[in-house]
Nanobody, 116 residues
Framework: QVQLVESGGGLVQAGGSLRLSCAASGSGFVINAMGWYRQAPGKQRESVAR???????NYADSVKGRFTISRDGAKNTVFLQMNSLKHEDTAVYYC??????????WGLGTQVTVSS
């Protein structure tokens, strides 16, 4: 069983910062990568940033230079530091785990709203 706890979303003015956290707990799984996705109203869910257990990161072009993903492997926790937020960053942000078995697990999401 996997439990995911996401936190850190909220309302912020354009140019501001937020830090999202996602903590995974449970047993019977081994995490290969953790990442953040987002879905804005009327749009498809898209990848924002991902990080593997080896520390390799990948970012969407739209967030490069503004967002930083990091992880605490010992605690199975991933963070997303979001700086210089723009109105177009407004979305529900979802944490996603990918397991070595090939399966994935999604969090319930946390709302990020950036006022212009």
């Amino acid at each position: 069983q996997v439990q995911l706890v996401e936190s850190g979303g909220g309302l912020v003015q354009a140019g501001g910062s937020l830090r999202l956290s996602c903590a995974a707990s449970g047993s019977g799984f081994v995490i290969n990568a953790m990442g953040w996705y987002r879905q804005a109203p009327g749009k498809q869910r898209e990848s924002v940033a991902r990080i593997t257990t080896g520390g390799t990161t990948n970012y969407a072009d739209s967030v490069k230079g503004r967002f930083t993903i990091s992880r605490d492997g010992a605690k199975n926790t991933v963070f997303l530091q979001m700086n210089s937020l723009k109105h177009e960053d407004t979305a529900v942000y979802y944490c996603r785990l990918r397991f070595y078995s090939g399966g994935v697990y999604w969090g319930l999401g946390t709302q990020v709203t950036v006022s212009s």
